[in-house]
């Protein structure tokens, strides 16, 4: 039975729409130039003031502890906690606490950094990009709930069920429950290296930074400089992203004026705006106001998801699979909000930010570089993250002793 060639038409035809999409923008900008730069300038902003702090000392600070092994040696102690929960190597707990202290694409990021090192298969790179989208908490505590919607209380609520609501989103749809050939090979060696003479865990984890330092073999002035270059490279490709779809909310909002509301068209395209468009928006009730734009951090438009499946363009991304999650991301944060909204009113009305002094905040958004001051909370942020994971691994390593024990 012969075989049928594969159509050209999908190929072709997306061609089509990508021309004929970048010619119809073009056409607007140049008809319209001053609302079109505008609208660059605020995606400019946004990015310089928001999105570079916060995610440039990160970047180069994990690729240079991926590179010593330090991410390694942590990926043997997560081992089974990462396993057992969410079916992938332990050194994707490093992946996780990126993506939810810096946002996205923080967590993509340091997954290509992995991958590219073969610490990670494509199928683990693509699951673990998924498990670790999400917003930076700087957006959420600090732009939204002070600087916007002045409830620092509220903030907290947010950040919590968009970091849960993240979660489960991927441990319905992103958790596969069967093993790849590369992951059972994983995982048989090291039941066999620990099942060896070598002397404990620490001993193990020690060995796997050796490797892999040993691997990478840059010294450290090169290996800076290659960090700095490529988060600043990286960083780029974010800021021209943002731009972009800011010029695209404010051309498709002269073009449908009135049909739906502003919000959701700018939410839908890019999250940042979407957000502060939610904010200035009049709604029925706090409640549901607080869960429109929950529910559009969880989804974070489709700026802040194709710059995760650029990050990991060479791994390759199931790019359906992937807005799936986000979209059910959107769905249980929506929910969760509307849910656990009525216990806002038991918090405190005083509570200060985790990042910075309400007294220093600057509520303008033109005016955010106070942002800069947030990195060592951040920093710290990381190490409880690390440190819950490390907690929560090491209690079921005693599990899995205590049985074999008891048997």
């Known amino acids: 039975m012969k075989k049928k060639a594969p159509s050209r038409f999908t190929p072709v035809a997306a061609t089509v729409l990508l021309g004929a999409g970048a010619i119809v923008l073009v056409t607007a900008i140049v008809s319209s130039p001053a609302p079109a730069f505008q609208a660059s300038l605020q995606g400019l902003r946004l990015w310089w003031q928001i999105v570079f702090p916060a995610l440039l000392p990160f970047l180069v600070l994990s690729e240079m502890l991926i590179a010593y092994g330090w991410i390694h040696a942590l990926g043997t102690w997560l081992e089974p906690l990462m396993n057992r929960l969410f079916k992938l190597p332990g050194i994707g707990g490093w992946v996780l606490a990126m993506g939810m202290t810096t946002g996205f694409p923080g967590g993509a990021q340091a997954a290509r950094q992995l991958y590219e090192q073969g610490d990670l298969n494509a199928r683990e790179a693509d699951k673990l990009a998924a498990l670790a989208h999400f917003c930076n908490p700087m957006l959420i505590l600090i732009v939204i709930a002070t600087g916007l919607m002045h409830d620092p209380a509220a903030g907290y609520i947010l950040l919590v069920v968009h970091w849960i609501t993240g979660l489960s989103a991927f441990l319905l749809l992103g958790r596969s429950r069967k093993h ?34 040993a691997k990478d073999g840059r010294s450290f002035g090169r290996l800076l400089g290659d960090s700095v270059t490529n988060a600043v490279q990286s960083l780029m490709m974010v800021g021209g992203y943002i731009i972009i779809f800011a010029v695209v909310i404010q051309i498709a909002s002269r073009v449908m004026p009135g049909r739906i509301p502003a919000y959701w068209l700018s939410g839908l395209l890019e999250v940042h705006l979407g957000a502060k468009d939610a904010a200035a928006a009049t709604f029925a009730s706090d409640r549901m106001q607080w869960s429109v734009i929950s529910a ?56 200060s930010l985790v990042f910075s002094s309400r007294e220093e905040l600057q509520t303008d ?26 907690a929560c ?15």
């Open 393 to 407: 691994s090491l209690m079921l390593m005693l599990l899995q002793i205590r049985r074999k024990h008891s048997r």
């Open 365 to 390: 958004l033109s005016s955010l570089f106070s942002l800069w001051k947030t990195i060592p909370q951040l920093l710290q942020w990381q190490v409880i993250l690390v440190a819950t994971m490390l």
């Open 180 to 213: 790849s050939d590369v992951e059972t090979a994983r995982n048989t060696s090291v039941k066999k290296s620990r099942d060896t003479k070598s002397p404990s865990l620490v001993y193990h984890s020690l060995e796997s930074a050796k490797r892999a330092h």
């Open 296 to 351: 559009l951090l969880g989804f974070s438009g489709i700026s802040a998801i194709l710059q995760s499946m650029s990050a990991l363009g060479k791994a390759g991304i199931r790019r359906l699979h992937f807005t799936l999650v986000r979209l059910l991301h959107g769905v249980l944060a929506f929910a969760a909000t509307w849910v656990i909204w009525p216990l806002i009113r038991y918090l405190p009305r005083d509570v």
